[in-house]
């Protein structure tokens, strides 16, 4: 089983930047995606982005469009959000996953981690 370990969360202002990354313990390759979902409690899940491994097509939820970024670093097997122009309402836990299917944000996970949170302030 896949282990995904995320870092780089932390507290911004608003309009500030952070990049999160995802360590995965085995090849980003021997997944055909990968994506970035984020959670408040209470709350249902929230896809944000995906990655296709091998050509790097990505797709994005509108919510995040414009100001965030997916990608991966084959040789690090590492999977990377560059998240620019935060608002409070981004406020949330982040977690990277294997999605059950490629190319929907709305799809089931197989696997994810622990998350690393993100706090926006005003």
């Known amino acids: 089983q896949v282990r995904l370990v995320e870092s780089g969360g932390g507290s911004v202002q608003a309009g500030g930047s952070l990049t999160l990354s995802c360590a995965v313990s085995?090849?980003?390759?021997?997944?055909?995606?990968m994506t970035w979902f984020r959670q408040v409690p209470g709350k249902a899940r929230e896809g944000l982005a995906g990655?296709?491994?091998?050509?790097?097509?990505?797709y994005y939820a509108d919510s995040v469009k414009g100001r965030f970024t997916i990608s991966r670093d084959h040789d690090k097997n590492t999977l990377h959000l560059q998240m620019n122009n935060l608002k409070p309402e981004d406020t949330a836990m982040y977690y990277c996953?294997?999605?059950?299917?490629?190319?929907?944000?709305?799809?089931?996970?197989?696997?994810w981690g622990q998350g690393t949170q993100v706090t926006v302030s005003a």
């Open positions: 996953a294997s999605p059950r299917f490629c190319g929907s944000l709305t799809t089931e996970y197989t696997d």
């Open positions: 085995e090849h980003i390759g021997s997944h055909t995606c």
């Open positions: 990655l296709y491994t091998a050509a790097g097509t990505t």
